[in-house]
């Protein structure tokens, strides 16, 4: 296989990868889709962890600043706020990954799990805890717990798509 | 994995966090991210919002008829025979109809009131991240919408434009703590500000703060806009209030107010542009 041809599967994928993001970015924020009892999952973070998983930390974590960008963009925090977070966090995973787990859904599920819980805790503390709400305690069992649950149950569907991608275009040697 | 923290890659990835940090620090003091990024991302995906809420707005409504249609089975057979028949052409027709009804009560509108120029807008984006409901519409500055227009619907007042792209915006609702609207009782008269309460946000309820201490509102009065600040035209419909209790410095009330729309679910909207009120 040549260079040239090599270069066009890289491109290829990162297309694919690219596309998905933009895709899993509409679906989150189209309304009622996959809303049960008002609570939807974040499809954005599984999506960027899946990618960490099966291409290594360093793209992982580009995609997790970019994916972490388009959040707060739909979610209206302050611009850098989660895709800093998700830059890191997807780092870590993919290192995870890399040198401790394998990267089976299961596994990727409870990172993406982790990961959820780490960074709604943290949109909590600095959106809501520290501006002395009242009320909190209940908002964040109600709201944001099933957020993370929801988004970590529905990781399966980014895993086989990113496995997929990964799996269809390989450059060869 | 020592070697990685010498390697290109990582000195990269060290340039791009020290970018989102400078792209951060920027967006927190100028209250907002650069606009570039923002819309181009609009750009590239408000048309696939549309066409993917438009398919979920119609699932929606299918798939809700079949959660409920052991219910249905249940109260009445002859019901459910009827249903089966009619689902598949229900599904067109709440959509059109919903829409017909949006459109006729924005036409009686603006024939009421002729001063106000009015942009019908749909839903396209909600977070899941987000506890008050706010959401992204299909109009922007293209259409003549701007920062701080009031959103409406024909049941009454369901936030403001805090944010606005070529062609789409962000509405921040009633049940935001961080919306204040001045507003009145119809009964009483009585002056308050409306806006969200973290708690009552859950319950779908917004505060209506600042009440005198010897005020006479009481459960059932209606809550209407007034023009104090002239951001909202006077006497539109807010919601109805549901109790007064003290405030907890216990130096004025505060009412409870059921809003009149459903905000959680709201799917089409009016923005006023302007107003002469």
């Not at chain 1, 899993?24 to 924020?29: E, F, G, S």
């Amino acid at each position: 296989m040549d260079a040239r041809k090599r270069m066009l599967i890289q491109v290829a994928r990162h297309l694919c990868y690219a596309l998905s993001l933009l895709a899993a970015y509409v679906l989150q924020t189209t309304p009622g889709f996959l809303s049960f009892g008002g609570i939807k999952p974040v499809l954005l973070v599984p999506l960027a962890l899946c990618i960490g998983v099966f291409e290594g930390a360093f793209t992982g974590a580009l995609y997790g600043a970019a994916a972490g960008l388009m959040w707060d963009i739909a979610s209206g925090r302050t611009g850098g706020f989660f895709a800093i977070q998700l830059m890191i966090l997807c780092f870590v995973c993919a290192v995870s990954v890399t040198l401790y787990l394998r990267g089976t859904i299961l596994n990727v599920s409870l990172l993406t799990g982790g990961v959820m819980l780490l960074m709604c805790s943290a949109d909590f503390l600095f959106g809501y805890l520290l501006h002395g709400y009242s009320g909190l305690g209940r908002l964040y069992l109600t709201r944001i717990l099933p957020v993370v649950v929801f988004s970590a149950a529905v990781t399966f569907a980014p895993w086989l798509l990113t496995r997929r991608i990964a799996e269809k275009f390989v450059p060869g040697d | 994995m020592k070697d990685f923290f010498s390697s290109l890659k990582f000195k990269i990835l060290v340039g791009v966090l020290v970018l989102l940090a400078g792209v951060m620090t920027y967006a927190a003091a100028n209250g907002r991210l650069s606009a570039a990024p923002q819309e181009l991302l609009g750009a590239i995906a408000v048309p696939f919002q549309r066409l993917s809420s438009a398919i979920s707005g119609a699932a929606e409504g299918f798939v809700d008829k079949y959660i409920r249609i052991d219910s249905i089975i249940e109260e009445n057979e002859q019901l459910q025979r009827e249903n089966a028949e009619l689902r598949e052409q229900l599904v067109d027709y709440d959509i059109m109809k919903r829409e017909n009804e949006q459109l006729r009560e924005a036409w009686e509108m603006k024939e009421e009131y002729p001063d106000r120029q009015i942009v019908n807008a749909n839903v396209i984006g909600r977070d899941p991240l987000e506890k008050y409901y706010s959401f992204t519409i299909d109009k922007g500055e293209r259409h003549g919408v701007k920062v701080k227009d009031c959103v409406i619907t024909a049941k009454g007042v369901v936030g403001r434009v805090i944010e606005v792209g070529p062609n789409y915006a962000k509405v921040a609702t009633i049940l935001d703590p961080n919306v204040f609207i001045s507003c009145m009782t119809s009964r009483t008269g009585d002056i308050g500000l409306v806006g969200g309460d973290v708690t009552l946000s859950q319950s779908r309820q917004c505060a209506m703060t600042l009440l005198p201490r010897d005020t006479m509102a009481s459960a059932g009065d209606e809550v209407i806009t007034t023009n104090e600040g002239g951001a909202f035209p006077k006497g539109l419909a807010v919601g109805r209030v549901a109790d007064v209790l003290p405030e907890a410095s216990g130096k004025s009330m505060f009412a409870v107010v059921d809003p009149y729309e459903d905000i959680e679910s709201v799917k089409m909207v009016m923005v006023i542009t302007e107003f002469s009120e």
